[in-house]
């Protein structure tokens, strides 16, 4: 299996670290081996220096030149439609999700924990059905 997520210029990345953490931005610039300069003023992030290791990279890829102004930037990420890209993709459904149940209060949870007993049993039955 080859690798298909490369450290360029117009890769999204997922900011995991930090105050813009779980934030989309674009890779602008490779500084060094350890540093890229990043930014996207559709998610709020402005532009800045990240190392790698507080970066995720992304499948998505935008077409940008090395450096360009901003406005260029949110042009390009509005075009491609990156949001509507990342919405779709296992890993941001994988994060919605677990921040849906965080935020459950103690009740919610409750009531998760009473479904899900309520489907075992009901499967239980049609399976011993099936067994007979």
């Known amino acids: 299996m080859a690798y298909k997520r490369f450290v360029e ?9 930090g105050p813009d953490s779980g934030k989309l931005a674009v890779i602008i610039d490779v500084l060094d081996q350890n540093r890229a300069l990043v930014e996207c003023p559709n998610t709020g992030i402005i532009r800045q220096q990240l190392p790698f290791r507080r970066m995720a990279l992304t499948d998505i890829k935008i077409e940008i030149p090395r450096s360009p102004r901003t406005q260029t930037i949110q042009k ?30 103690d009740f919610e949870r409750f009531k998760v924990t009473v479904g899900r007993k309520q489907r075992s049993n009901v499967i239980h039955k049609e399976f011993t059905k099936l067994k007979k």
């Open 9 to 17: 210029v117009g890769r999204v990345v997922l900011v995991n670290y």
């Open 76 to 105: 390009a990420f509005t075009e491609a439609k990156v949001s509507e890209q990342w919405e779709k993709t296992s890993w941001a459904k994988k994060r919605s999700s677990a921040a849906r149940r965080a935020s459950l209060t």
